[in-house]
């Protein structure tokens, strides 16, 4: 058996589907911390997760703006910009706004300081674990959905009822019906919403097209940061 999976964060901590490509299996987990994705069995080949990895020293990611690009006016926001890494170990959401002001002109909105320590976990996690550095690939939710749904972005952002059902609607065409009520299981919508599961099920999508070898790359080919992990968003 060969298993692939798609990751997304969320409130419970990380949640992860896997399929395997031979039966079509399913498994569903939630983990608190990054480092268990891999540790859990079944234990998939390839993690494609929605979390920066490869970070920049001052500026943009080339990968962002192109999937910005890809998404056009209607999703092209729901691409935060990566903090710089110099910002990344700051304690409080002022002083990460400091240096990043100190180096880029810009400050850190308060949606993306929330995702700081998510981003802190993912990349200790790829600088001491080799596995996790030969296995994890980052991915986009709303760039896998524009792939999946023929280069078209959704219309619809995901938290409206008429984007969950957009996005529902490619999920079950290719794993089944119920699929969000046998994803859930026991899990509860304070620690785990609709769309962490439907945007973690995006990149699974994108997971099969890594294994497989057809995934795309952007940019092709990526630069490394400067402790060595690539700058790239995979669908």
Known sequence: ???????????????????????????????????NLLEAPP?????????????????????????????????????FPAPIRSALDASSHEQASEITQAIDGRRVSAQAWGLFPKIRQVDTWLRTCDLAGQRAWEAHPELSFWAWNEGCSMSHAKKTPSG??????????????????????SWKRSELAD?????????????????????????????????????????
């Open 43 to 79: 234990i998939p080949s390839v993690l494609a997760l929605d979390m920066p990895i490869g970070l920049p020293e001052a500026g943009g990611r080339s990968c962002d703006r192109l999937a910005r690009v890809c998404l056009g006016s209607d999703r092209r926001n729901s691409v």
């Open 164 to 185: 969950r059902e957009q996005r529902l609607r490619l999920a079950e065409a290719w794993l089944g019906p119920e699929l969000l009520l046998r994803a859930r299981g």
């Open 1 to 35: 058996m060969v298993w692939v999976g798609g990751v997304d964060g969320c409130r419970g901590g990380w949640f992860r589907v896997l399929r395997d490509t031979t039966s079509g299996e399913l498994a569903f987990g939630l983990f608190q911390r990054a480092e």
């Open 195 to 235: 769309d962490d599961i439907l945007d973690a099920v995006a990149n699974l999508w994108t997971a099969h097209r890594i294994g497989e070898g057809t995934a795309q790359v952007l940019p092709d080919p990526p630069p490394m940061d400067a402790v060595g992990l690539p700058m790239r968003i995979v669908y």
